[in-house]
């Protein structure tokens, strides 16, 4: 089969409108797909002023705005009359779903019963964000959905082995493949550090800066990163830390950790700036599939103190390229992130071999998997 005999009908929650790693996987993903000569059709809630402008042709779906104080994120009624009959003049021969809410059902619902073939992506651990808002006891139900959901589909692709594995002990049965990450070499590498920059937001060139690079909202593990930072502060550990980003949480997060330096959002170039300028990386959180900004960290040379969880593990290799902790042990993170905080050898070593291996992520290769995945569920 030929790339051009292929026709994707890609369904997101969340295509362009507020950017995150998800959708920028779906979007270079698309990018891909068309320079190989596939014909895509993007399918997803839209608002007036989205975060970026959308790879291919996409199609607006009628959406609510979601509940519980996260307003910006929408989620869509389902397949209405006017979408489906555009799906049907459009006549994929593959389905890629890559969330598992309403429209994600639908969809699947509709190539089932037309034979067409399903691909779902999985790009966020949706089960792990209750246990952020106080329904942690939901997270067995949301399993067994989420387990039901996959199990719909021909083929499922993940980022990496880890979730794989999860999967499985679930009871996916459906076949499951890789789909990595790659990342924007040009954009995140050790030169792009910039001491002057660091400066103009009253971090010193000899501080040691402790970065956070995400959307600022609870599942990211900010109260883990805050309690961890006034326990560095209680061993009189000298550092700064380094908040990258925006959202919800933002005010909240700055009153538990009052001597951090917030540069807000940034995107592009000032991204990798960012990122560069930091000298170590700090991510607990266990609800990423794969963690691109782990990725970027690494590209950037600068060492990583991780969650022992999804993502990470397929990243980082313990000792080498930096620490893996228990989720929520702080002072396990608090130990790990003092010694590379007074070991500058340690430091730069472990950020050299996070280089390398980051060297090896090359999207064009990564997401060809996901093109010998369409071609081979539509030839089964």
Request: aromatic residues 8%; hydrophobic residues 45%; neutral net charge.
């Amino acid at each position: 089969m030929q790339p051009s005999d292929i026709r994707v009908a890609l369904f997101s929650g969340n295509y362009n409108y507020v950017r995150d790693g998800a959708n920028q996987a779906l979007n270079l993903l698309v990018g891909y797909l068309l320079a190989q000569g596939v014909t895509v059709r993007v399918y997803s809630p839209t608002v007036a002023e989205p975060a970026f402008a959308p790879t291919g042709d996409l199609v607006s779906v009628p959406a609510w705005s979601m509940p519980g104080g996260r307003g910006e994120y929408k989620l869509a009624k389902g397949l209405p009359r006017a979408v489906q009959e555009d799906l049907e003049a459009f006549a994929p021969n593959v389905v890629h779903v890559s969330a598992p809410e309403i429209l994600g059902h639908r969809a699947v619902t509709w190539a089932r019963l037309r034979g067409i073939p399903v691909v779902a992506s999985l790009h966020t651990r949706f089960e792990t964000y209750p246990r952020y808002y106080g329904i942690g006891f939901l997270e067995p139900l949301i399993e067994r959905a989420l387990t039901r959901f996959y199990n719909r589909a021909n083929a499922v692709v993940v980022p990496g082995n880890s979730i794989a594995d999860i999967l499985r002990t679930w009871g996916v049965t459906t076949p499951i493949g890789i789909w990595s990450r790659g990342i924007d070499h040009a954009r995140f590498r050790p030169e792009r550090r910039d001491l002057g920059w660091r400066r103009g937001l009253g971090i010193a060139d000899d501080a040691v800066a402790i970065g956070f690079l995400g959307r600022l909202v609870l599942e990211k593990g900010l109260d883990i990163f805050a309690e961890v930072a006034a326990e560095l502060t209680r061993r009189g550990v000298p550092h700064r830390i380094l908040v990258i980003g925006d959202g919800p949480a933002r005010e909240w997060f700055a009153e538990q950790v009052p001597d951090a330096v917030f540069a807000g959002f940034q995107t592009g170039d000032d991204l990798g700036r960012a990122v560069a300028s930091m000298d170590i990386f700090f991510n607990p959180s266990v609800t990423e599939t794969f963690g691109n900004v782990t990725l970027e960290a690494m590209a950037c040379a600068v060492p990583v103190v991780a969650a022992r969880a999804t993502g990470a593990v397929d990243l980082i290799e313990e000792g080498v390229t930096g620490h893996l902790v228990p989720p929520r042990d702080v002072a396990a993170y608090a130990d790990a992130i003092e010694r590379l905080v007074r070991d500058d050898a340690t430091r730069r070593a472990m950020g050299a071999a996070g280089h390398a291996r980051a060297a090896t992520y090359q999207w064009d290769r990564i997401n060809h998997a996901v093109l010998d995945t369409y071609a081979r569920v539509i030839d089964g």
